[in-house]
């Protein structure tokens, strides 16, 4: 089946812009992740969902980020009043139930801030 | 708090020949183990864990790791590397005591293998 998809799969923006980064989860799949990966860095975790828990934020940097998720479906990460130190890849991955270690990822979306 | 330690940046090593890729991990309390791979241009990939039982893990494309308790490692090997192996590859953690899904990544490592 398909994949864990993102959208765009790359953003270029101004300073100060607001960015929405879209995650489509493979069908099924009851939890969700966020990562950033800077240039040359390791992946940072910023906040996952499962099912209709409340999610956890704990790595969210700063409160210009914010997630959402629709019940186990589309998740949009939301960059308010970006500055240069966002640009970075954010990476979304999803797992399910039967094999809730095993994350798959998506493509990641690539945010460049100017 | 977990953490993740890949003390090298990269590590180079001649077509088949034996690779280890170093990983050292803390949690509270037991640990789910990971490895994950990044080839040039593609997504990362899942290569295996470490939940429980044996504690050498068996994954994809040849590689295994060893679960070490004592030592807190969980190091990435491959008996014979091939230059299709370089990549980027990551270790990451979870702490089964907390319950929750947040997983750990190592800052990775990358594998060059030269022909």
């Known amino acids: 089946g398909a994949g864990v998809s993102q959208s765009p799969s790359n953003k270029v923006t101004e300073k100060g812009k607001d960015v929405e980064l879209r995650c489509d989860p493979i069908s099924g799949h009851t939890a969700l992740y966020w990562y950033r990966q800077r240039l040359g860095q390791g992946l940072e975790f910023l906040i996952y969902?499962?099912?209709?828990?409340?999610?956890?934020k704990s790595g969210l940097p700063s409160d210009r980020f914010s997630a959402e998720r629709t019940g186990e479906s589309v998740s949009t990460l939301t960059i308010q009043r970006t500055q240069q130190e966002d640009s970075a890849v954010y990476l979304c991955a999803s797992s399910s139930v039967a094999s809730q270690e095993t994350q798959y990822f998506g493509p990641g979306t690539r945010l460049l801030v100017l | 708090a977990q953490s993740v330690a890949q003390p090298e940046d990269q590590v180079n090593v001649a077509e088949g020949n034996p690779l280890t890729v170093k990983c050292t991990y803390s949690?509270?309390?037991?640990?789910?183990l990971f490895w994950y791979v990044q080839y040039p241009n593609r997504g990362l990939q899942f290569l295996l864990k470490?939940?429980?039982?044996?504690?050498l893990v068996k994954g994809s494309y040849g590689f295994e790791a060893e679960f070490n308790k004592s030592q807190t490692s969980f190091h990435l090997k491959k008996p014979s590397a091939l230059v299709s192996d370089s990549a980027l590859y990551f270790c990451a953690v979870r702490d089964m005591r907390t319950g929750g899904f947040k997983t750990i990544f190592g800052a990775g490592t990358r594998l060059f293998v030269k022909a």
């Open positions: 470490y939940i429980t039982g044996d504690n």
């Open positions: 949690v509270s309390g037991n640990p789910y």
């Open positions: 969902f499962q099912g209709n828990s409340a999610p956890d």
